[in-house]
């Protein structure tokens, strides 16, 4: 908590880089084991605070990590990776962290080429109009956000109306479902800074 | 061919069908949500955040959720955990409390102030606290916090857990489960409104 005075913390969401600063110690690069970086899984890692501190659960991390991974870069099939980064910056944008919101409509911007229409997101909210088809995504990323959940046929319906097959409608289902694994963690552990 | 892991027994996926098929295209993903639900409830090391405490909190987490079989799963692997039974009625009674309509909470205060959405701030029952203890009382105060309003989490949140004596790698993993659960019970409800969609296709072609 060392650094809570020298946050300059967003107060809107930002296609713009942003840091993040952990509310509790992340472990010291130093002291980081062959256990640890098997939980980093990219060595590279063991620079960021975010991911020191979540090595505190080595095995933990390195199956998130795992995860993450093949929802978001494996498009050998499936979803244009556009849409996947859309379902996760629709649910930060709903879910309200402003951090993850950067990363993934940056991201969206870059695979989209559509940046004006991922600001709207941003800057309107998940009621934005963005067309049929990333309508279809951000309703579904946002029913499948709420606590209960309120996805339900419709979500499926609309999906398959804007052309997304059963196949890409599981990538709509893990992308949007594991950005509420991934706003819990950075909202609660720590905050962006710009 | 797979054979049935977690979230297919609660999707109710089976084997060589459609949905088993697609989720055989994203098999790292797959194994790896397996093995998140195993490193999280089957760990290492449980010297931080004990198994009983780790069912309370799932339980506690889904059945806030709502009604369903996901959350019928994690009450009975409360009552089969060791001193696991003993927690059941209070963490029901628990979730009575603090059921509610998520997400909601305060953006830091600028522009997004004008979405700022008031709600429940849950606090455990002082009748239940002698029940749960200091630690799990707590911690069940940070994950209603973390199922529907994380926007509000603060450093002070930090210290709450701290105080009533959480070590910090215990706090890292008990974040994981409570934020791997929320991913978890949607993979699931998503995966069973399709599955679902698929079965209402499939007897309209037949009956075609």
């Known amino acids: 908590m060392s650094a809570a005075n020298t946050v300059n913390p967003p107060v809107v969401f930002t296609q713009d880089e942003l840091g993040w600063v952990s509310w509790i110690d992340p472990l010291p690069e130093a002291e980081l084991t062959e256990r640890h970086f098997a939980g980093l899984v990219d060595r590279s890692r063991a620079k960021s605070e975010y991911f020191r501190l979540l090595v505190r659960d080595p095995e933990v991390l390195e199956a998130r990590t795992k995860t993450d991974k093949d929802i978001f870069y494996n498009v050998a099939d499936g979803l244009p990776r556009a849409e996947r980064e859309l379902a996760a910056a629709a649910t930060s944008r709903y879910n309200g962290c402003i951090y993850c919101a950067s990363v993934h409509a940056r991201f969206a911007s870059t695979y989209s080429k559509r940046r004006d229409d991922v600001q709207r997101l941003l800057d309107e909210g998940v009621g934005v109009d963005l067309g049929e088809r990333w309508n279809a995504v951000v309703k579904a990323s946002v029913a499948l956000a709420a606590t209960p959940i309120a996805f339900g046929p419709d979500n499926i319906e609309e999906l398959r109306r804007a052309g997304l097959d059963d196949a890409e409608i599981v990538d709509v289902i893990n992308g949007a479902s594991f950005f509420n694994w991934a706003n819990r963690l950075m909202l609660s552990l720590g905050e962006p800074s710009k | ?208």
């Not at chain 2, 797959?30 to 449980?46: C, G, T, V």
């Not at chain 2, 630690?135 to 994380?150: D, G, K, Y």
């Open chain 2, 1 to 208: 061919m797979s054979t049935k892991d977690i979230i297919d027994t609660l999707a109710g996926i089976e084997p060589g069908s459609a949905l088993d098929a697609i989720r055989a295209k994203r098999i790292q993903a797959r194994d790896n949500a397996q093995k998140s639900y195993l490193s999280l409830f089957d760990p290492i090391d449980a010297g931080d955040f004990s198994l009983v405490e780790r069912a309370a909190v799932a339980a506690f987490v889904i059945g806030l959720h709502g009604e369903s079989l996901v959350a019928a799963f994690y009450r009975e692997k409360l009552a089969a955990t060791a001193d696991g039974a003993a927690l059941l009625e209070a963490i029901k009674a628990e979730i009575a409390r603090g059921k509610t309509s998520g997400p909601y909470g305060a953006y830091p205060a600028g522009p997004l102030s004008a979405e700022d959405k008031a709600g429940l701030i849950y606090r455990v029952s002082a009748d239940r606290k002698p029940v749960l203890g200091a630690r799990l009382a707590a911690a069940l105060e940070h994950a209603h916090l973390l199922v529907f309003r994380p926007r509000d989490a603060a450093a002070t949140d930090m210290k709450a857990l701290l105080t009533a004596g959480w070590s910090e790698t215990g706090i890292v993993t008990f974040s994981q489960l409570v934020a791997f659960l929320s991913f978890q019970v949607r993979v699931v409800t998503g995966l069973r409104v399709l599955g679902a969609s698929l079965g209402r296709t499939a007897n309209a072609a037949a009956g075609a």
